[in-house]
């Protein structure tokens, strides 16, 4: 009967040990942050970044101490904004917002530079949503006055679904269970499918997340 009981304690001792070793090698979480996305390639010189924003859930299994396997599933908000010229005297001003929205799966490699420090590099598919255009007009009226109008269009269609890009940044984890994280994105295929030339998405990311 002791007999049982040892290799009973030991068994679930053995187990425990094995779970926290298992924890060790594996930690997920939520993170959310700012994006300033851009569109590049062939665009008008008016095109200008958009900040936004992003969240989601991640997970790294550590294949050696300082070596890690990293997944992400990522809404992300991107686009542009653009100022171009008015084509008529009337219109005071244009201004244009690209809202995009992207699910994002980043696959990277993480490595441990220095303590709490990782140095993350890998791929990136992104999914779009959807992809809506905000047109606002200022217009000159009679006696100086000024009237304003905007019109909401959607340019899903326009675009390409799947952008395949390279993914790259910091990752430092402040405590056991926060850290912060900084990243580049850059799409490798054109994801313009209405423009004459190549365009391409360029986001820079900061976020902070949680860990189990």
Do not use: C
Not at 41 to 46: L, T
Not at 61 to 88: D, M
Not at 134 to 141: F, K
């Amino acid at each position: 009967m002791k007999l049982t009981y040892i290799v009973l304690a030991v068994f679930f001792i053995g187990s425990i040990t094995t779970l926290n070793a298992q924890q060790e090698y594996f930690e997920y979480g939520f993170k959310g942050g700012v994006n300033i996305a851009q569109m590049t390639g062939d665009v008008p010189a008016s095109y200008e970044s958009r900040t936004s924003m992003k969240i989601g859930a991640f997970g790294i299994y550590k294949i050696l101490p300082k070596l890690g396997i990293q997944a992400e599933l990522l809404y992300s908000e991107q686009g542009f904004s653009n100022e171009p010229v008015p084509e008529t005297i009337a219109i005071e001003k244009i201004e244009e917002l690209l809202r995009m929205q992207y699910v994002n799966l980043p696959v990277l490699a993480s490595y441990n530079l220095v303590e709490n420090l990782w140095l993350e590099g890998g791929m990136q598919v992104g999914y779009l949503v959807k992809a809506v255009e905000d047109r606002e007009e200022v217009r000159l009226i009679n006696q100086g006055e000024v009237t304003s109008e905007t019109t909401s269009t959607a340019k899903t269609d326009n675009y390409e679904r799947i952008d395949f890009g390279l993914a790259g940044g910091l990752r430092y984890k402040l405590s056991q269970n926060f850290m912060v994280q900084a990243r580049f994105h850059q799409s490798l295929n054109d994801v313009d499918k209405s423009s004459e030339g190549d365009q391409y998405h360029r986001v820079y990311s900061f976020s902070i997340g949680y860990v189990f």
